[in-house]
């Protein structure tokens, strides 16, 4: 197991080392013992990847899915981009692996019938044996392997015919399901390595702040602490377990002074509202004239809307582990942007990338935190100035408190109605950091649309959260067009479907999207919901997106009890091109939609003085089981197509679709988010 | 630091600790039982959740002085060979996505199950609405304690 795996410098062309071990690309490794061992290159966060890019290497190489062991790469160069992130590992290596697959399968083909002097044309594949079925001849792979590694790589193999696929597009249990049952170490935060100290670090207690005078006298009495180290504007103490580590930092005294404004989000709200009373100078996109069109228009509908900063709250607290030591670095922990981490390191360091070795375990979550390198980083430079390995542990209030935060956001919706349809579409947007952009399908179907984004420079820091811009502009989107709907006295699934025929048929400038695969969704989900039924004392919402290339429709079944939205069910409807494992799929697809509802309902972060409020779960409220979803029913468009991301789209479109159903329940609109401070 | 005697997974075990660490850190840092994991250190998520004579208890506020010798039980000992009807339903109906929440999960579980061998809806929500799953695999935890109950021998 890789746990505790020192690397080797891997070069451009590595060879293999032991003449009985198969090795044809950086990804297989098949060994006359029988053993084969499929290297996973992207991280696995939760999204599954580790599971289902070795299946598309697996459906090509025809292998026994059984037999097979699968572990995480390291960042290899023969790798490519190996990231975690914007829902890009499966569509963006799906035909690279089937390629990585079938080459071996084609040099396997061809030691056998070598071997058994027959063409190569009459032989096939299957449960990792060569067949020649004219003479019912088998060798296994493990039989071939020496054999195979003398031959020349194949550059253009044959890539199966989709119809022949017995593992892609079929239920695959996750591959450490086991490991994760039985408590095995697979995270981050249980690396264990000979000679290294646990880390805890003190960092600045709010934006704005820096590190002044540090008095450690009581930090090095504690037991366990055996030294304390300054890097730049941080104070870490190492120690020989986890819980002095953190005794030893409770006992710093450190003065931290503030050298930039402290800011509030009372404040960054109050200014977010003054940006959007003023047109921006150049609208993101402006079909028509919005102002003519709500001249004399019958009825003008003017919302805002306002959403909170998140933090990420992945369930691992962030963590790394660090080796630098005579101009080398070995680094080990979760980050879903391996080689960035080492560039960085690299120039902070200065040390050559060459001598820089990196690779991370499962890791217990991600949603865009680890896009960050920090961790990373912040554990290299603890390890170069204390001078010994070091396995750094951040607390929950460490990570609550020391994040890229999903930025906050104030949006402003306005359309001109006639009696029975929509004239114009005007939304304006402004969110901390680089601002908002992004449009509706609404844009190519009406004469006048405009959209708006500004953004607000804070040094509260942002990043990308999962869906990054989707997971707030779909809520608002969503939830303007259910009133656009009501006001019209238009039911909400026919007028999408009224708004994508006319972005279709006359469609006004660009559209990045399909229509055609918009109706499949939506009209897949209204076979699965039976929507325009009604189920007493339950109430529906409906919401549709479109991200990452794939397309989401939903609806969602609330009961009102208590005032609260209790959720009996929702419907999804995903197409995503095809789909490599059912099961991990659909695992995805309830999670996007659970962490929506989540988000939606219940956590926000506030900025006091700089200082996040919101430091642990007691004040930052995540979704427990009683307010999950009883049943999340999920349903794939048949496709052939290459597959689109599942990572992030499901969760894009939830808000809007609960927030539609509570008011088809109550008649109130929810405008600000969480849901549940506005219902009391 | 103290030579504290733990009754941990049915063996005998002694730590050389400060008395006042949780028992979390205990497992992990010193009896190398990795898989009881650290999700908030205040109670709140349930990552941490080990059996103390049956019951479910977060030992990330439990210090180790108080434990004395009363049965501990992690997701290690859970069952011998990996194979508790929990643990087989978890994977049977494929539940984790990133995993990290999951042993706390299925221990909370256990414990239901033991005092509620056929639990209901209402039933597995107040056992295990203390347990975080960030990932959002709620459904399927729900349907993986009543495939557990439906598949226990008593």
């Known amino acids: ?680 | 630091m103290a030579i504290i005697n733990l009754n941990v997974n049915g063996k005998t075990l002694s730590v050389d600790v400060d008395p006042s660490t949780p028992l979390l850190w205990v497992l992990r840092d010193h009896l190398n039982l990795v898989g009881t994991k650290f999700g908030c250190g205040m109670a709140q998520c349930g990552a941490c959740a080990v059996h103390l004579n049956g019951n479910a208890v977060r030992s990330c506020t439990l210090p180790v002085s108080t434990v004395k010798n009363n049965a501990i039980v992690t997701i290690e000992g859970l069952s011998e060979k990996g194979d508790h009807p929990l643990q087989q339903a978890w994977e049977e109906l494929d539940v984790s996505q990133c995993g990290y929440c999951q042993a706390g999960q299925i221990m909370s579980a256990a414990a239901l199950l033991k005092r509620n061998p056929k639990p209901t809806d209402q039933d597995i929500d107040n056992a295990m609405s203390g347990n975080i799953c960030r990932c959002g695999t709620h459904v399927r935890i729900r349907k993986a304690i009543h495939l557990a109950a439906k598949t226990s021998k008593k």
């Not at chain 1, 020496?146 to 017995?166: C, G, I, S, Y």
């Not at chain 1, 922990?333 to 120039?347: D, H, L, W």
């Not at chain 1, 040390?351 to 990196?358: H, S």
Request: include cysteine; glycine fraction near 8%; charged fraction near 20%.
């Open chain 1, 1 to 680: 197991m890789l746990i505790g795996f020192s690397l080797l410098n891997l070069t451009a062309e590595a060879k293999a080392l032991d003449e009985t071990l198969f090795t044809p690309n950086a990804y297989i490794k098949i060994g006359a013992d029988g053993s084969i061992v499929l290297f996973a290159p992207n991280p696995e966060i939760g999204q599954g990847v580790k599971t289902s890019l070795p299946m598309i290497i697996a459906e090509e190489l025809g292998v026994d899915w059984k037999k097979i062991s699968v572990e995480l790469a390291p960042l290899d160069s023969r790798m490519g981009r190996q990231t975690a992130g914007g829902s890009g590992s499966v569509r963006g290596r799906f035909t690279e692996l089937r390629t990585i697959g079938a080459t071996a399968r084609e040099m396997l083909i061809a030691a056998a019938a070598q071997q058994w002097n027959v063409p190569a044309t009459e032989c096939t594949v299957d449960n990792g044996e060569v067949i020649h079925k004219a003479s019912g001849r088998k060798l296994s792979y493990a039989a071939l392997a020496t054999a195979a590694a003398k031959l020349e790589v194949p550059t253009k193999p044959a890539l199966k015919d989709p119809k022949e696929f017995k593992l892609i597009g079929t239920r695959v249990k996750d591959i450490d399901a086991h490991k994760i049952v039985t408590g095995q170490p697979l995270f981050g935060i249980d690396t264990r390595r000979e000679g290294m100290l646990f880390a805890m670090v003190s960092r600045p207690p709010a934006y704005g702040k820096t590190l002044g005078e540090v008095n450690d006298a009581a930090a090095l009495k504690i037991e366990g602490v055996k030294k304390v180290v300054k890097i730049k504007n941080a104070v870490a103490v190492l120690a020989t377990s986890t819980w002095a580590a953190k005794k030893g930092r409770d006992a710093l005294v450190i003065q931290w002074n503030a050298t930039e404004k402290l800011e509030n989000t009372a404040e960054h709200f109050a200014t977010f509202k003054t940006m959007l009373d003023k047109p921006t100078a150049t609208p993101q996109r402006n079909d028509g004239d919005v102002d003519a069109a709500a001249q004399g228009a019958a009825k003008v509908l003017d919302v805002t809307y306002e959403i909170p900063t998140l933090s990420h709250g992945q369930m691992e607290p962030l963590n790394f582990f660090a080796n630098v030591k005579d101009g080398k670095v070995e680094l080990f922990g979760p980050t879903q942007v391996p080689a960035a981490v080492r560039t960085e390191v690299s120039k902070q360091l200065g040390i050559p990338e060459a001598n820089i070795t990196i690779s991370s375990p499962r890791q217990g979550g991600g949603f865009g935190r680890k896009l960050m390198t920090d961790n990373g980083v912040e554990a290299a430079l603890i390890s170069a100035a204390a001078q010994c390995p070091v396995q750094v542990q951040w607390t929950r209030e460490d990570d609550m408190q020391n994040d890229f935060y999903r930025p906050a956001e104030m949006w402003r919706y306005r359309a001109a109605l006639s009696a029975d349809n929509l004239l114009s579409w005007h939304q304006s947007g402004v969110g901390i950091g680089r601002g908002v952009r992004g449009d509706s399908y609404v844009a190519g179907a009406i004469a006048n649309y405009r959209a708006e984004g500004q953004g607000l420079t804070s040094n509260t820091p942002t990043g990308w959260w999962r869906a990054p811009g989707a997971n707030t502009l779909a809520y608002v989107a969503e939830s303007f067009m259910d009133e656009v709907c009501t006001a019209l006295k238009k039911d909400p699934v026919a007028f999408r479907l009224e708004l994508l025929k006319k972005a279709k048929e006359q469609t006004v400038g660009k559209i990045n999207y399909d229509p055609e695969k918009y109706k499949s969704v939506i009209d897949l989900v209204v076979k699965m919901s039976k929507w325009g039924t009604k189920t007493p004392g339950e109430f529906r919402g409906f919401s549709t997106w479109f991200s990452f290339g794939s397309y989401v429709a939903q609806v969602v079944d609330v009961q009102m009890l208590d005032g609260q939205p209790k959720v009996k069910k929702v419907y999804c409807a995903v197409n995503c091109g095809r789909v490599i494992n059912l099961s991990g799929a659909e695992n995805q697809v309830q999670g996007s939609i659970v962490d929506g509802i989540c988000h939606a309902m219940f956590p926000k972060v506030t900025f006091v003085n700089g200082a996040v409020v919101e430091t642990n779960f007691h004040q930052y409220k995540f979704l427990r089981m009683k307010d999950a979803p009883t049943e999340i029913e999920v349903q794939f468009v048949e496709s052939d197509e290459a597959p689109t991301g599942l990572g992030e789209p499901a969760l894009p479109p939830i808000a809007a679709a609960l927030a539609n159903a509570i008011f088809a329940a109550t008649g109130k609109r929810l405008r600000k988010l969480p849901f549940a401070e506005q219902l009391g």
